[in-house]
């Protein structure tokens, strides 16, 4: 299957792309949605499959549109995988459904798919994951070691425009306490200086790293002693979980419903509920070297690589309007097999493994 995404950035040319490639499918990114380039790239490539992600520079309502006029005039399904839910599905993913007007619309919150299809558009549940190309282990490097290190944007916006969002929760739990305590933490992504408000402490300018490129976090991931791992939501866990521990990293996060349903606490994740707990947690595994290893060893061997071959089976036994099937052997999955559930299946096999 030759499947072209339509994309223009970094984070969202990883992973799934990588997996379908995986999987012997042909797969190129179209760059900024410019209708003459679009045109001649579907022209030349002559793709099965379109395959929108995310929310970004192209998912404005004209060039929305302009996808929409291409794909039924070329006759090609147009997929939409949204991965703001549930946050920003009133304000964003729903006008953009009603703009775009996919064929089939995945999503990372398994409770939005009910509301895409009052309106008639077929939807499924599809969590984050990762890919191996990208997240793997690596000796620890010099240049990003650290005790503590959090990989992440700030968005100090979302958070004063969503006050009850809990991702404030997140913060509260586990970098305020600890930044009060004076321990220090490397800080790598955007607007951290602009946090003071949030966490009660303005961050020492030499901790702020400022942004890495999303292909290098995995070295950060290996070579801090503790990851911090924000969490947006009770109920679901964010895609750098995934990255973290696929990259073998040490990951302290919230103890929330959605990270105990994908994870063992103590076996492949350590998790806090309070402040206090966050920095009695953090005083015992910096002191101890061997603890910190056997985590990482056991999340090692546990962690199945997502996103599996049988979340893809699901993609495509959904995705009637294909005509196409990656799925070959005949095994029937239900709609509700997820990436959460992976852990008490029997791994694929290595090479149909995909993250």
């Known amino acids: 299957m030759r499947i072209l ?13 990588d997996g379908f490639r995986d999987l ?6 179209s760059g900024p949605v410019i209708q003459n380039k679009l045109e001649k790239q579907i022209n030349s490539f002559r793709p099965d499959l379109l395959i929108s992600v995310g929310w970004g520079l192209d998912h404005t309502k004209p060039k929305l549109k302009l996808v929409r006029k291409l794909a039924t005039r070329y006759k090609i399904p147009l ?34 798919t009910a509301r895409f299809r009052n309106l008639g558009i077929p939807s499924a549940h599809l969590d984050f994951g990762y ?41 509260d739990i586990l970098i305020s306490p600890l930044l009060k305590k004076g321990y220090r933490i490397d800080f790598y992504g955007r607007d951290w200086d602009k946090m003071a408000l949030y966490l009660g402490k303005k961050i020492p300018q030499k901790w702020l790293r400022g942004p890495i490129p999303y292909k290098d976090a995995f070295k950060v ?20 979980t995934y990255e973290v521990l696929g990259s073998r990293g040490f990951l302290l996060t919230c103890d929330t419903q959605g990270v105990r349903r994908l994870l063992k606490p103590g076996k492949d994740v350590v998790v806090s509920s309070t402040p206090q707990q966050t920095v009695e947690l953090v005083s015992r595994y910096l002191r101890n070297f061997q603890a910190r290893e056997s985590i990482r060893k056991k999340v090692e061997k546990r962690f199945i690589r997502i996103i599996t071959k049988i979340v893809l089976v699901i993609c495509f036994r959904y995705c009637s309007v294909t005509g196409y099937c990656l799925h070959k052997s005949g095994e029937d999955h239900n709609e509700e097999t997820t990436t959460a559930n992976c852990f008490s299946r029997k791994p694929p096999d290595v090479d149909s493994r995909i993250t």
């Open 79 to 112: 997929i939409y995988w949204s991965t703001e839910d549930p946050n920003f599905t009133e304000a964003f993913t729903i006008p953009l459904i009603q703009t775009m007007k996919p064929d089939f619309v995945f999503t990372i919150c398994a409770k939005s």
């Open 221 to 240: 991931y290996n070579s801090a002693n503790i990851i911090l791992g924000l969490q947006n939501y009770y109920d679901m866990v964010t895609q750098r």
């Open 131 to 171: 890919h191996h190309k990208v997240h793997h282990y690596v000796k620890p490097i010099d240049k990003y070691r650290s005790d503590i290190a959090v990989v992440a944007n700030a968005y100090p916006d979302v958070l004063r425009k969503y006050p009850t969002h809990y991702r404030r929760k997140a913060l």
């Open 5 to 17: 995404f339509l994309e223009r950035g970094k984070l969202w040319s990883y992973g799934l792309p």
């Open 24 to 29: 012997g499918h042909t797969v190129r990114m």
